[in-house]
C-alpha cells in the first residue's frame, strides 16, 4: 500500500518571503500522480498543484511550484512571495495512474502560518 | 466553474440515528469519492462509486455505511447506526472525465454525534 508522510506539522513564513513543505511517499508503482491540496478554515478542499510521475518538469502554478524527485520519492512544494491568504493546511497527496477511478492517499498536512 | 454540491454544511445526530449525507458531483464527471476528516487529522478514503457500483471501498466503509446514486444527479452517504466515533467532516468528490486523474471536492458536510 502506498504511504504519504509529511514531516512537519508546522511551518511559518514572513509575508513576502518564500517557504518549502515537504513530503515523501512510498510506493512500488511507476506511474501515478502527486497534489497538493489546500485546507483553509473554511476546510475546504483546494487544489493547489498537481504532478504526474512520468514527467521529468517540476510542475508550476503562479507563485506554487514542485520539487519532484522521483528517486528520492520526494515532493516538495515551494510557495514563493507569501501571501497572508496562503495560510493554511497544506496536504501532500498520492495517486496510483495504473487503475482508473483510484484513491487519493493523503499526508499528515502542514499548518502554514504567513506572518505579517 | 462548476463545482461538488454538498448538503447540508452541519449536521447533529444523536448516536444510533440513521443519517444520509447528500451530494451533487459535477455533471459529466464518471467516479464519486467520499472521504472523512476527524478534526485535527488526516483526510481519509471511504469509497468510490463507478457505473452504479462500489469500485473501492477501504477499511472504514463497514455495513453500516451504504452509498446509492439514487437519480442521475445526487449521490449520496448513509449512515445506519452513528456512532460517536462517526463525528467527522465528510467530504464529496467527483473526477473529471478524460484523464481522471483530478478530484473536485465539496466544501463538506460536518457530522457531529452526540
Known amino acids: 500500500a502506498q504511504t504519504v508522510t509529511q514531516s512537519q506539522p508546522e511551518m511559518s513564513v514572513q509575508e513576502a518571503e518564500t517557504v518549502t513543505l515537504s513530503c515523501t511517499y512510498d510506493t512500488s508503482e511507476s506511474d501515478y500522480y502527486l497534489f497538493w491540496y489546500k485546507q483553509p478554515p473554511s476546510r475546504q478542499m483546494i487544489l493547489v498543484i498537481r504532478?504526474?510521475?512520468?514527467?521529468?518538469q517540476n510542475a508550476t502554478e503562479n507563485r506554487f511550484s514542485v520539487n519532484f524527485q522521483k528517486a528520492a520519492k520526494s515532493f516538495s512544494l515551494k510557495i514563493s512571495d507569501s501571501q497572508l491568504g496562503d495560510a493554511a493546511m497544506y496536504f501532500c497527496a498520492y495517486r496510483s495512474a495504473e487503475t482508473s477511478g483510484s484513491r487519493l492517499t493523503f499526508g499528515e498536512g502542514t499548518q502554514l502560518t504567513v506572518n505579517p | 466553474e462548476p463545482e461538488v454540491t454538498q448538503t447540508p454544511s452541519h449536521q447533529v445526530t444523536q448516536m444510533g440515528q440513521e443519517v444520509i449525507l447528500r451530494c451533487v458531483p459535477i455533471?459529466?464527471?464518471?467516479?464519486f469519492y467520499w472521504y472523512r476528516q476527524i478534526l485535527g487529522q488526516k483526510v481519509e478514503f471511504l469509497v468510490s462509486f463507478y457505473n452504479n457500483e462500489i469500485s473501492e471501498k477501504s477499511e472504514i466503509f463497514d455495513d453500516q455505511f451504504s452509498v446509492e446514486r439514487p437519480d442521475g444527479s445526487n449521490f449520496t452517504l448513509k449512515i445506519r447506526s452513528t456512532k460517536l466515533e462517526d463525528s467527522a467532516m465528510y467530504f464529496c468528490?467527483?473526477?473529471?472525465?478524460?484523464?481522471?486523474?483530478?478530484?473536485?471536492f465539496g466544501s463538506g458536510t460536518q457530522l457531529s454525534v452526540l
Open positions: 504532478q504526474e510521475a512520468y514527467k521529468q
Open positions: 468528490a467527483s473526477s473529471e472525465p478524460i484523464t481522471l486523474e483530478k478530484l473536485f
Open positions: 455533471s459529466n464527471h464518471l467516479y
